[in-house]
């Protein structure tokens, strides 16, 4: 399985033609060929909230094969101990982001996770990351 970041189905649904949406575009149909693709409630929300046609959103994630998993407990404990070892390391933040549940949730799933953010390889480690970097 490869859970897709926010940032690689925002790529999908946009018209941008810069390198990064290519590279995700070009990336997601060279993965599903081979594999399941998914996302999570976190990344539905975060979709939604940029969306101009939110009330299409669902329908688009069906039409590039993109299932919707349900966050679970081991993945928010997981997230939420990534979050704690940013803030111990200096992290700024004192509300847990989205990357770190959309991370906790593709390590305990034993996911692949499709990102254009290099740095959750800092706080997830074992943890495969599909980048631009990775998969150029």
Known sequence: MILLDTNIIAD????AT???PQWSRRTVVAAEQS???GCNHIVLAEIIAGSSRADMVLDDLETLHVEVLP???EAA???GRAFGEYRRRGGKR???LPDFLIGGHALVLGAQLMTRDRRLATYFPDLTLITPETHP
């Open 94 to 96: 004192e509300r847990v």
């Open 18 to 20: 810069g390198y990064e």
């Open 12 to 15: 999908l649904l946009s018209n």
């Open 35 to 37: 594999d399941v693709l």
């Open 77 to 79: 404990l997981a997230g």
């Open 71 to 73: 966050l679970t407990v």
